[in-house]
C-alpha cells in the first residue's frame, strides 16, 4: 500500500470520528470572551497597541497558551486509540504496511488536524471581530495577510510540541494517563518562556511565538523575540528523535 492509500484511509477514520466537533467547539469556546469583553480592547493604550490588534493578539495568545494544546493532546490520543479499539491496530498490522509508513501517516492527519482547528480559529476570529465591530461601533477587522501570518507561524511553531505528544500517547498505553502527562506538559510554558533555555521545551514554542508577535504590535511593550539560532536546529531536532522512536514503538506491543 503507498503512503498516499495509507493516508487517504487515515483520513477516512477521521471523517467517522467526533475529532474536528471537538476541535470546533474548543474555538468557539476560545473567542466567546473576546465577543463580550471586547470592550476590554480599548484599555490598553499603556503598552501602545491598537484595539484591533489586541483583539487578534490576546485570541491567539489564549490559543496557543492552553485550547490549542489541549486540543491536540486529546486529538493526539484519540487518533491513536482509532487503533486499538475493536483491535484495528491488529487488522493494520495485518496488512502488508510498514509500521514507519503507518505511525508517519497518522503524523500527517494529525498536523492536518492541528491546521484545521488554526483555520477554524481564523475564520472564528473574523466572525467575532464582525460581531465586535458593530457591537461598538469600531473596525475590529484586521488585513488577511496579517491574520494568516499570525496563525502560519503559530501551526508552523507547534510541530516539534506535536511529535511530543504524539511520542507520549505511543508510549502511554492508558488514554487517561496520557491526557493528564499532556496536560500537565502544558502548564509549565507559561514559565519556560520567562527562561533563557525556553527552545528546549517545544510545548512553550506557540505561545512564545505569539508573545514575540504582541511585543511587535505594541510599542510599549518589550517581549523577548525569536532567534532561528539556536531554538530551529534544537526545534528540528527534537522533531525528528521524537518520531524517530515514535516509530520504533508503534504497534510493538501488538507485536507481540
Known amino acids: 500500500m503507498s503512503f498516499t492509500s495509507l493516508l487517504g484511509v487515515e483520513f477516512q477514520k477521521i471523517r467517522r470520528s467526533k475529532m474536528i466537533l471537538i476541535l470546533s467547539v474548543a474555538v468557539i469556546i476560545l473567542w466567546l470572551p473576546s465577543i463580550f469583553n471586547g470592550d476590554m480592547n480599548f484599555k490598553m493604550q499603556e503598552e501602545g497597541i491598537a484595539a484591533e490588534y489586541n483583539f487578534l493578539i490576546q485570541g491567539f495568545l489564549g490559543m496557543s497558551w492552553f485550547i490549542f494544546p489541549a486540543s491536540m493532546v486529546i486529538s493526539t490520543v484519540l487518533l491513536n486509540q482509532t487503533e486499538r479499539s475493536n483491535h484495528g491496530i491488529l487488522k493494520m498490522l495485518a496488512l502488508p504496511v510498514s509500521t514507519v509508513k503507518l505511525c508517519i501517516a497518522k503524523f500527517v492527519v494529525l498536523f492536518s488536524l492541528s491546521?484545521?482547528?488554526?483555520?477554524?480559529?481564523?475564520?472564528?476570529?473574523?466572525?467575532s471581530a464582525v460581531i465586535v465591530t458593530g457591537m461598538l461601533d469600531y473596525n475590529f477587522l484586521l488585513p488577511p495577510l496579517f491574520v494568516?501570518?499570525?496563525?502560519?507561524?503559530?501551526?508552523?511553531?507547534?510541530?516539534?510540541?506535536?511529535?511530543?505528544?504524539?511520542?507520549?500517547?505511543?508510549?502511554?498505553?492508558?488514554?487517561?494517563?496520557?491526557?493528564?502527562?499532556?496536560?500537565?506538559?502544558?502548564?509549565?510554558?507559561?514559565?519556560?518562556?520567562?527562561?533563557?533555555?525556553?527552545?528546549?521545551?517545544?510545548?512553550?514554542?506557540?505561545?512564545?511565538?505569539?508573545?514575540?508577535?504582541?511585543?511587535?504590535?505594541?510599542?510599549?511593550l518589550n517581549t523577548a523575540q525569536v532567534k532561528l539560532i539556536p531554538w530551529l536546529p534544537v526545534a528540528i531536532g527534537i522533531t525528528l528523535i521524537c518520531l524517530w522512536i515514535s516509530c520504533i514503538c508503534f504497534g510493538k506491543k501488538e507485536r507481540r
Open 148 to 220: 494568516l501570518k499570525e496563525a502560519g507561524l503559530l501551526l508552523v511553531s507547534s510541530i516539534p510540541m506535536l511529535a511530543v505528544f504524539w511520542l507520549l500517547a505511543i508510549g502511554i498505553q492508558t488514554p487517561i494517563f496520557s491526557i493528564g502527562v499532556g496536560f500537565a506538559f502544558i502548564v509549565p510554558s507559561v514559565l519556560m518562556i520567562n527562561t533563557k533555555i525556553w527552545f528546549a521545551y517545544p510545548m512553550s514554542y506557540p505561545f512564545f511565538v505569539i508573545t514575540g508577535e504582541y511585543g511587535k504590535v505594541a510599542s510599549n
Open 115 to 127: 491546521a484545521v482547528q488554526v483555520f477554524m480559529s481564523v475564520v472564528m476570529y473574523y466572525i
